[in-house]
Nanobody
Framework: QVQLVESGGGLVQGGGSLRLSCAAS????????MGWYRQAPGKQRELVAT???????NYADSVKGRFTITRENGKNTVYLQMNSLEPGDTAVYYC???????????????WGQGTQVTVSS
């Protein structure tokens, strides 16, 4: 099992910034990707950003240029710096961990409990 502990959510005015953190602990894998997803009320959960162990990043079009995902491999921690926040960014943000071992096809997926981000207009 992998445990994910998130922090950093809160209430911010439009145009403001927040930084989310997610620390992973527990089982180790040969390779993993960590990232953030979000779910707004009445909507499906959607990808925000992901980062591999080697540092390759992927962003949703809606956050490109405003959000930055980074990680500290030694601490198994991923960060999401969110700038120029908009009311449309309001959602519960979930940390995601996907691990895989070499020569194995199974991807093991884990989720954090979520942290609320609210952006006021």
């Amino acid at each position: 099992q992998v445990q994910l502990v998130e922090s950093g959510g809160g209430l911010v005015q439009g145009g403001g910034s927040l930084r989310l953190s997610c620390a992973a602990s527990g089982r180790s894998f040969s390779r993993n990707t960590m990232g953030w997803y979000r779910q707004a009320p009445g909507k499906q959960r959607e990808l925000v950003a992901t980062i591999t162990g080697g540092g390759t990043t992927n962003y949703a079009d809606s956050v490109k240029g405003r959000f930055t995902i980074t990680r500290e491999n030694g601490k198994n921690t991923v960060y999401l710096q969110m700038n120029s926040l908009e009311p449309g960014d309001t959602a519960v943000y979930y940390c995601n961990f996907e691990g895989r071992n070499l020569f194995a096809s199974t991807v093991h997926t884990y989720w954090g409990q979520g942290t609320q981000v609210t952006v006021s207009s």
